[in-house]
């Protein structure tokens, strides 16, 4: 039996992961691979190598990247229940969904932590954090997220990271949304831990996430996990003994994600993902203002990644119907996620181009009509290219 021809007619995933994937990486996928053949252990080692080169470190430095079976969520609770210590206390600064999750981590976890928030239109104070590191020595980590996709905001990852460093305290940052599209200098912002996953700026399919870090800060603590398959120590030291996953992999991601690597690298890596990126979301913000809708967030702290726009007042919008008309015609938009304003969320990232977001823009237009939605034109508000 051929392959259904409806890989190709997929709806476009306008979302932040799983992505719309491009045909060769799907394609990669159709092959069995045994997970502790010695090819695909070579597989996995060429990605590990790979992911590093993404990051701009060298294994030289001591750098390693730790490949764990599960989604992005999975990876930055390996990472909390692995390295903070039994004494360890951390500061997390949430703006959005994901800084919230980290908090719950920590909650179940047991890890002592605080937690500094700020609204989810607004970047971390960095002054903040400097009083409370200087007021609480007890605080050995500050956790944050990078592009919070909550909202799509850019949190300045650099600001945080010295003000940490200040206070000699380790700094982890959930890159998931943001690592392989958005410039990251690990030494500037004295990252300690990245996390991030294969179904995000890389687009490879979901299956598995990855933790970035030396390999003596993780091993430092040595034997303190709090879980057993969650252990990234030993999964570290699975990969240096055998080039294996302590238990079964997702083969067929790590296949699909071998392509994604390769394309990414044509692409031109992060510079060349960067600007797609960011071609997709100006196409997007002035489309989208020419129908009369307006971003959830100011552009100096909007990342190019994924963009939440308010609802429209008009109680002709409904956004249930929009979302099921939307995805008939073929293009699925994200809900929102704020807890503060009716929004819904587009992404720019996956297989999309700037021809598909013109092509969604047009049939939000012909949906709107369909609805009875009114709305007038908003000014274009240029978008910003920002970096952190
Ligand atoms: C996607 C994402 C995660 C992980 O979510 P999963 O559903 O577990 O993959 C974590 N943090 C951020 C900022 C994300 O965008």
Same mark, same amino acid.
């Given at each position: 039996m051929t392959p259904p021809s409806s890989v190709s007619r997929d709806a476009l995933l306008f979302t932040p992961g799983p992505l719309t994937t491009s045909a060769s990486v799907k394609a990669a996928m159709l092959h069995d691979a045994g997970s502790w053949h010695f090819e695909f252990n070579g597989r996995v080692r060429w990605i590990r190598e790979q992911l590093l080169a993404v990051a701009e470190l060298s294994a030289e430095d001591g750098w390693t990247v730790i490949p764990l079976q599960g989604s992005g969520t999975f990876g930055v609770e390996a990472m909390f229940a692995t390295a903070i210590p039994a004494a360890g206390k951390v500061c997390v600064l949430a703006n959005g969904a994901y800084g919230e999750r980290m908090v719950l981590m920590l909650q179940h976890l047991g890890i002592t932590h605080v937690v500094l928030r700020s609204a989810e239109d607004a970047v971390p104070d960095a002054d903040r954090l400097e009083l409370t590191l200087?007021?609480?020595?007890? %605080?050995?980590?500050?956790?944050?997220?990078?592009?919070?996709?909550?909202?799509? %905001?850019?949190?300045?990852?650099?600001?945080?990271?010295?003000?940490?460093?200040?206070?000699?305290?380790?700094?982890?940052? @959930?890159?998931?949304?943001? $690592?392989?599209?958005?410039? &990251? @200098?690990?030494?500037?912002?004295?990252?300690? #831990?990245? %996390?991030?996953?294969?179904?995000?700026?890389?687009?490879?399919?979901?299956? #598995?996430?990855?933790? &970035?870090?030396?390999?003596?800060?993780?091993?430092?603590? +040595? +034997?303190?996990?709090?879980?057993?398959?969650?252990?990234?120590? @030993?999964?570290?030291?699975?990969?240096?003994?055998?080039?294996?996953?302590?238990?079964? *992999? *997702?083969?067929?991601?790590?296949?699909?994600?071998e392509q994604a690597l390769r394309e990414f690298w044509n692409e031109g890596?992060?510079? +060349?993902?960067?600007?797609?990126?960011?071609?997709?979301?100006?196409?997007?913000?002035?489309?989208?203002?020419?129908?009369? #809708?307006?971003?959830?967030? *100011?552009?100096?702290?909007?990342?190019?990644?994924?963009?939440? $726009?308010?609802?429209?007042? @008009? *109680?002709?919008?409904? $956004?249930g119907e929009f979302y099921h008309r939307l995805s008939r015609r073929g293009f699925i938009i994200y809900p929102g996620k704020l807890t503060q304003a009716d929004t819904f969320r587009i992404g720019n990232i996956g297989h999309l181009f700037e021809a598909d977001i013109v092509a969604l823009v047009h049939a939000i237009e012909v949906t709107l009509h369909e609805l009875g939605v009114s709305l007038s034109p908003l000014a274009s508000v240029a978008p910003v290219k920002i970096t952190a």
């Open positions: 200087a007021a609480d020595p007890a %605080i050995t980590h500050v956790a944050c997220v990078h592009c919070e996709t909550t909202t799509g %905001i850019l949190n300045p990852i650099d600001e945080i990271g010295r003000t940490a460093k200040r206070h000699c305290c380790v700094f982890i940052v @959930d890159a998931m949304s943001s $690592f392989g599209a958005i410039p &990251i @200098d690990f030494p500037a912002a004295g990252i300690d #831990f990245l %996390i991030s996953s294969a179904n995000k700026c890389l687009a490879g399919v979901p299956g #598995f996430s990855f933790v &970035i870090t030396r390999r003596e800060a993780l091993l430092r603590g +040595g +034997g303190q996990a709090r879980s057993l398959s969650l252990d990234l120590a @030993d999964q570290l030291r699975g990969f240096e003994k055998n080039g294996q996953f302590r238990y079964t *992999p *997702p083969t067929h991601a790590l296949l699909a994600f890596g992060v510079a +060349g993902r960067g600007a797609r990126y960011w071609r997709n979301h100006v196409a997007l913000i002035g489309g989208m203002a020419r129908l009369g #809708f307006r971003p959830f967030l *100011p552009p100096a702290v909007q990342s190019c990644i994924i963009t939440a $726009f308010h609802s429209p007042a @008009d *109680p002709q919008f409904d $956004f």
